[in-house]
């Protein structure tokens, strides 16, 4: 009989041990400096890609990854402030305090640059999350989604305006608004909205700041700097590979439910 109890106590014990983890891991007031523990310690491991002495830096990633959608997911920490995570990530709220984006780096090798994002949206109780980086047919992320989404404007009743940034490196840096909308159970980008395309894509040389597109929440326009090919000491033999500006301004603007373009 005391045997029997014995084994119960045992079985009992380590069945409760996931909930005394969970528990100890998910105390209010540690998930700031949880995940921003994760992510420091995936940055100081960012070239170890396994070995004797530490965690590969893919597993602390998947870690963080898992951890942050975990907590996302879960309605007792929807007032975690982040302000210790968001000095190594970008953290981004809406204005209606619906939707809130996370984008961190997972490259960091010099001027080219690889983000991944995570979106939690909030709507009559519900919550959803899950990433703004899109995967195409072959699971391979859209590089044209791999940004660091910085600015949420608030569009209308039901789209956002996400604007973010990213860069293959050699000089090159491009910016990507996208106009996402809760439909079916999850944020989509608006396809064709941007004058016949999903997303308003623009790249300019690294360190032309003057060139970064805007957006006027006032008029609801983007602008920005009508580009044309570079040729190095003029010769249209020789192109440098990299836009200027004809100093011409265009515009596309919010019109039912898409950006079309202006005739100014």
């Known amino acids: 009989m005391k045997k029997h109890i014995c084994l119960l106590c045992i079985v009992c014990f380590f069945g409760s041990m996931p909930n005394i983890y969970s528990q100890k891991s998910l105390i209010f007031n540690e998930v700031d400096s ?9 940055r100081e491991n960012i070239y170890d ?10 597993s602390i990633l998947n870690r963080f990854t898992k951890t942050l959608k975990s907590v996302l997911n879960d309605k007792q920490y929807n007032s975690v402030s982040y302000d210790s995570l968001g000095k190594y990530i970008q953290i981004r709220t809406s204005k209606d305090d619906k939707l809130k984006t996370f984008s961190w780096d997972e490259l960091n090798v010099g001027s080219r640059k690889q983000y991944n994002s995570i979106y939690q949206y909030k709507d009559d109780g519900k919550i959803t999350v899950d990433f ?3 995967k195409d047919e072959t699971g391979h992320r859209i590089s044209i989604t791999e940004i660091l989404h910085y600015k949420i404007y608030k569009v209308d009743d039901y789209s956002y305006l996400l604007k973010g940034y990213g860069s293959y490196g050699g ?27 999903d997303r308003f894509f623009y790249e300019i040389a690294r360190g032309r700041d003057n060139l970064i597109p805007e957006y006027n929440k006032i008029n609801k326009e983007i602008s920005y700097y009508e580009l044309e090919e570079s040729y190095v000491d003029g010769d249209i033999n020789e192109p440098s590979g990299f836009m200027r500006s004809t100093g011409k301004i265009l515009k596309l603007k919010y019109k039912n439910g898409m950006f079309i373009a202006t005739d100014q």
């Open 171 to 197: 000089g090159r840096e491009f910016y990507v608004f996208r106009l996402l909308t809760y439909v079916n159970g999850k944020l989509q980008d608006c396809l064709g909205c941007f004058n016949g395309s």
């Open 132 to 134: 703004l980086s899109l």
């Open 49 to 58: 890609y396994g070995s004797s002495l530490n965690e590969a830096r893919d």
């Open 34 to 42: 949880t995940l921003t523990s994760i992510y420091k310690k995936y």
